[in-house]
C-alpha cells in the first residue's frame, strides 16, 4: 500500500552519526529521508549554531555552557570523536553552513528553537532573517517546546510554518496549536495514540511524533496515517515505508 509519511532525520542520521553535525546530515539525505530536524541555539557572538544540549559536554570535547562562548571558540571544538573517534574532525554547524548546504538539495528543514533552559533573547528574529536571507520560507518549519518563541515568529513573520512540540497528552491539540497560531503537532512518541492521530487528521493538522526508532512503531505510525516520523534511523525508517 502506498503511503505518504515522511521521514524526517532527527538530529540527522543520529543513528549513524553524531547528531546535529554536517556528517549526519549528509548521512540523512543520502539515506532518502525527506527532511532533517536540528537543533539551533546562540553562540556568545549571537550567531546560531546547530547543537542539542545547552552544555558542551556530552557531544563535544568542551566544557561549560554554549552561551558563553564565541563562534571562533565553538567552532575549534571536536564534535564528533564523543559518538566514534573516526569523526574526530566534525565541528559544530553553523545554521548558515547548514542552510547554504539546504539549497543543493531538496529536504525540508524542522529548525528546533531550544529557547527553554537557557532563554536566548531574540533567537526568533535572528533565526528568521537567515532564513529568509536564503528564501527559505517555503520549506522550513519551526518548533519549540517553547510556544512564546512560536508566536514571536509568526508575529516576524506570519508566513513561516510553525509546530508545537510537546510530552504531555493535551486534549486535542490542534484547537490549542491553532489558537496560537501554529500549524503542526510536534509530539513525543507515547503521546501519538490513535484518537490524537485521528482527530488531527480530522483537523487537518500534521502530527510528526518524535523519536521513532523501533521498527514497530515505524510501522504503526506510517499505516496510522501520521505525516512524518522523526527518527534517529532515516535509512531504516525509508526501508520500512517502502515495505509497507
Ligand atoms: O523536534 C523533535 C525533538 O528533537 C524534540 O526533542 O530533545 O530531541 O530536541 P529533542
Ligand atoms: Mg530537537
Redesign the pocket.
Known sequence: MANNTLIFA??GSAGTHPENTMEAFIAAFQAGANGI?L?VQLSKDLVPIII?DESLERTTNGTGLVKDFTLEELQKLDAGSWFDPSFSTATIPTLEELLEWILTTPLIL?I?L?NGLVRYEGIEKIVLELIEKFDLLDRVII?S?NHYSLVEVRKLNSRVETAI?FMEGIYEPWNYARSIGAQGL?CFLPVAVPELIMGASKAQMPVRP??VNEDAHIVSLIKGGCSAI?TDWPEKAVKIRGSI
Open positions: 532527527h538530529r530536524e537543533d542539542h524542522n528546533e531550544k518548533s517546546f512540540l510536534h518524535f523519536t522523526i
